[in-house]
């Protein structure tokens, strides 16, 4: 059974643990909604029987062998027009977190657009950002969670976890604790006070983890598959491609990354 222990000001100050339930971010939403949780509370669940992934898709995870949970933050001062903001500010922190955590030089870790966790060229993490507004503004955030951490099989060959790549069983609880303790300790909430420099710092380190920058490599869009060159995401998130037409955006909802590298 976890027990928490990290030393943290306010994250997982609230935890609840559960053995089973259908969603944690469903939960944490509910639980929201009601007023029923401070910021920084984390709901954390063995299983999910109806664990959801982005794009209405759902997330299958073993029991007793990965992290799934969701944070309750409350952010101030993030305007709706910048709320990419805030899942590039995550995604980098959860990266130094495992680049410090899993200090081994020849494992790479990166982020493939929005925000999917890469090791060594495999999804071992995945992000569910769910955003209240208030107003023109990001109010609160359920930031859901699941880490592939002992799982040792995968149904699709792009999947993998820390322990496969690693090769060797990960104490799940221990990180965990570190996890969330990294986060407490970096992770931005009121973006009132970020300076204009550390706002340019998060966009830049955020293009430079990402899986396939400058490389080459099949889109498809609108039904037609094609080559481009990915050089970055924009401030509200747009996956800038370099292409035959010269320099396009694109919504996650409307493009698809193909399996055929182009080296
Ligand atoms: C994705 O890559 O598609 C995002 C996956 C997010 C999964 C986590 S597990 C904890 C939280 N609860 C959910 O139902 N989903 C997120």
Redesign the pocket.
Known sequence: MYNYSANTQYIGKQFLYLTTCH????LAKSLNSRGLCRSGMVIFAEN?T?????QG?S?V?EPGQNL???LVLRLSHLPLASQFLFNKALSIHLLGFFRTYFSNPSDTFQVKWPN?VYLNGKKIA???LENSLSGNYISSSIV???LNVNQQTFEFPTASSLSIALQRPIDRYALLNDLLQYLDENLPLNFEFLHTTEIQTIHNVYDATLWGLHKQRWYKAAGNPFLATLKGVDEQGLLILETNEGTERFEIKSIQFLNHPVD
Request: no cysteine.
């Open positions: 969603s944690t971010n469903d999910q109806k664990g959801r992934g982005q898709t997330w995870s799934t949970f969701s999917d995945g992000l569910l859901g969670i699941g």
